[in-house]
Every structure is written in structure tokens, then in C-alpha cells.
């Protein structure tokens, strides 16, 4: 098979992440946190050490106002059901995922608090920080963008809306759910109040994964209370993180694979890793460019590492189940759970074939996809 689905959740990983999940299952997988014996304590080693090389790829200081979720989802919810107080307003962008807008959806429905979106100048979805400025109200209390498309792949500028945010004085909240491992964030210098970032996607490690970073100093509210095994007797949620968003058992042998993915990271360089990305993506590009009837929604510049393209005639599910069957080849069809992107595409009927390569993909896979598209291309009409 040729896996080019590595927007939804990259495979397969470096070969660490499945060698240090396997030893460690077998060896140590006790609860981390919660007793001093001698299992505990190198699980809750382990899950530090994740929190530090985490730390490190985002240039965050204190490792301990890094928080472990199940994914990006949670990560999103948590900060924004944590920071929103009622009849605030919120800024976001028309290329977010449902797990932005369908809590804000949820929150405004309640009336807690009202937002507006900022849409793109044009198809590729490039946003402007001038129409982002521009959408920011007396009473907005957040900005929150997704670091590149996870439908285009066009990367955002995201530091200079960091920059938007300080001077407005707004919270800001990047989902670098595209993006981490693969483009350079830094917390301090893109002035990133929230991070939530995904571990299973560009940081390489397995499904389940997941975390929240919140500056020091940043209070939110708990959305999920349980134990931590700190303060219990108190009532109510610990106020600090990461207990304030770590309720319950972590998924410690997942956390343990994170940290190898994100060692594999440190170790190549974001910088290496997207430029991978880039000249995969452009290999494509150029091989596809000269047919006629294939129409992009992608760029091969400023891309975090998709294409996503729509033959003529045909629905962006067949085209996905044909290289599936006949050429074995593994892209994501459909809507990508970002309906505002493909409202603003026109695309909610078809939907787009998108196709994200990892790292470790190779030119000749990426060559055989483009020969096998315009195979599929040649006779769709
Ligand atoms: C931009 C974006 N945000 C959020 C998510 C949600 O990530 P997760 O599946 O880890 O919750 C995704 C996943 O595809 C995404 O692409």
C-alpha cells in the first residue's frame, strides 16, 4: 500500500516509536503519578521526559504547563471551553476544523459568547492578519487559527497574528494540529498563549495522543474533573497544570511512542522534515500540472505537505476508491471535517481527493500516485 493519508494520522512511524511502546509495555507500563513504587516512578519518568522534548520542539519553558490529551480535539476543547467567559467574542478563520467551530457553535447556541469568521482571500485560503485585525471587537478575548489547512495545506502566518493578538491584547490559540513536527512554532517568539497540538499526526506518535500547552500564568477553567493524584481532598479540580486538564489514567505507553516521535523530530529537523514534504508534494504537482482535466485547490509553495485536487466529473470518493482497489494507493476523499472550507470552495457536493505524504514516503511512490491519477483522469470523461 502507499499511504499518502498522513494529514488524518501519520504512518508509519519511526521505527523507535513501535520498539520503545513494545519494551515498555512489557516492562513498566505501572501508573505514572500516583505511587513511589519503582514501576511508577519510571513511567512517570518517561511521561516527563515526553513533556520535555515536547517542550524543547516548541521552545516552551516549563515543561509542566504541557498537558496530555487523547488528541487535538480534546486539547481544542479544553482551552477553548477553559478560557471563554460569558459575552466574550472570539476571531477565527473559515479553514478551521469542526473541532474549533462546532464547540464555538455550541457555546454561541447557549449564548455564552459570539465570534466572527475571517474568510479566505481565495482558494488556496490564504488569510490576510489585516482581516484578522480588522474582526477584533472590544469585547475579544480570542484569536484562534490552525496553523496551515488540513485541506489545502497552506500555511497560515501565524506569527504575525501572534503578533495581532499582543498588541490587541487577545488571547491566542493555535491548533497546530497540521504543523507540529513539520513547521517551526515557537511559543515565545509567535507570542502562542494555547498550543493544542495532535500526537499522532506530524509528531509521530501513536493514535491517542495529544496535548495542551497554556502559558504560564493563564488560568482556565477544568472542562473534566477527576482524579489526579494530587490534592484529594480538596473538592474541587486542581487550579495547575497539567493536572488541571490530566484527569484519570494517562495513556502512558502512547505518551512513551510521543517521545520517540518527537526525539525522531528533534533529531532531523522540522526544517528537513518539511522540506521532504515539499519537494514530495511538488514532485506531484508537476507530474499532474500538464492534464487538462484535473483541477487543484493546492499550491506546492507556503504547503505544510497536502494536494488536494478534484478530477473532472468525478466525486472525490471515486476517484479515492478506484486508487484504493485497482492502484492500492491511500488518500482521504470527502470534507475533512472543515465544512467552511469547502462551503467557501463549493466543493460541499464532491467534495476533494487530498493527499498528504509523510516523510518517510519515497519519489517513485509519489511518481506511480501521479501516473496512476492521470490513468484515472484520462478516463473520466
Ligand atoms: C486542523 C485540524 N484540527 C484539529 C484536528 C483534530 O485532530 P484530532 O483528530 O487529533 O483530534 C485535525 C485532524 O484532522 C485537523 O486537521
Known amino acids: 500500500m502507499v499511504y499518502l493519508d498522513n494529514a488524518a494520522t501519520s504512518f508509519p512511524k519511526p521505527q523507535e516509536v513501535y520498539e520503545k511502546i513494545y519494551t515498555f509495555m512489557q516492562e513498566s507500563c505501572a501508573n505514572p503519578g500516583r505511587s ?28 509542566l504547563r504541557i498537558g496530555f490529551t487523547a488528541n487535538a480535539t480534546y486539547a481544542l476543547n479544553m482551552a477553548i471551553k477553559g478560557i471563554l467567559r460569558k459575552g466574550d467574542h472570539v476571531v ?8 474549533v467551530l462546532r464547540p464555538l457553535y455550541e457555546l454561541k447556541k447557549k449564548g455564552f ?14 488569510i490576510d492578519p489585516y482581516d484578522i485585525a480588522k474582526a477584533i471587537r472590544y469585547n475579544t478575548r480570542l484569536i484562534i487559527i490552525t496553523a496551515s489547512s488540513n485541506v489545502t495545506g497552506n500555511i497560515l502566518p501565524f506569527e ?13 490559540l ?16 509567535m507570542n502562542i498563549d494555547l498550543l493544542a497540538f495532535p500526537g499522532h499526526k506530524g509528531l509521530m506518535g501513536p493514535q491517542g495522543t495529544g496535548g495542551l500547552y497554556c502559558r504560564e500564568g493563564l ?9 489526579t493524584g494530587s490534592k484529594s481532598f480538596e473538592t474541587v479540580q486542581p487550579d495547575f497544570m497539567p493536572d488541571l486538564i490530566e484527569s484519570g489514567t494517562l495513556n502512558t505507553p502512547g505518551i512513551v511512542g510521543l517521545g520517540e516521535g518527537i526525539k525522531f523530530i528533534l533529531k532531523t529537523g522540522t526544517q528537513a522534515i518539511h522540506e521532504r514534504k515539499q519537494l514530495l508534494i511538488k514532485r506531484l504537482y508537476d507530474m499532474l500540472e500538464g492534464s487538462g482535466n484535473i483541477k487543484f485547490y493546492s499550491r506546492p509553495e507556503n504547503n505544510s505537505g497536502v494536494l488536494a485536487l478534484l478530477i473532472d466529473g468525478m466525486d472525490s470518493s471515486e476517484a479515492a476508491n478506484i486508487l484504493d482497489s485497482k492502484y492500492q494507493i491511500a488518500v482521504r476523499p470527502g470534507f475533512h471535517c472543515a465544512p467552511l472550507m469547502h462551503k467557501f470552495l463549493k466543493t460541499e457536493k464532491t467534495g476533494l481527493v487530498r493527499i498528504s505524504p509523510g516523510y518517510f514516503n519515497t519519489v517513485e511512490e509519489i511518481e506511480y500516485t501521479a501516473e496512476s491519477i492521470l490513468e484515472i483522469a484520462a478516463g473520466s470523461n
Open 219 to 227: 488560568k482556565l477553567k477544568s472542562i473534566i474533573q477527576g482524579g
Open 92 to 99: 477565527t478563520t473559515a479553514l478551521e476544523h469542526n473541532s
Open 113 to 126: 459568547i459570539n465570534y466572527s469568521i475571517v474568510l479566505p482571500r481565495n482558494i488556496y485560503g490564504d
Open 36 to 63: 513511589s513504587h519503582r514501576m511508577a516512578r519510571v513511567s512517570a519518568q518517561y511521561i516527563m521526559q515526553t513533556r520535555e522534548s515536547i517542550a524543547a520542539l516548541f521552545n516552551i519553558s516549563n515543561p
Open 174 to 189: 493555535l491548533d497546530a494540529s497540521q504543523g507540529a513536527g513539520v513547521l517551526p512554532i515557537d511559543v515565545e517568539k
Open 160 to 172: 504575525q497574528i501572534g503578533d495581532i493578538a499582543k498588541k490587541h491584547g487577545v488571547h491566542y
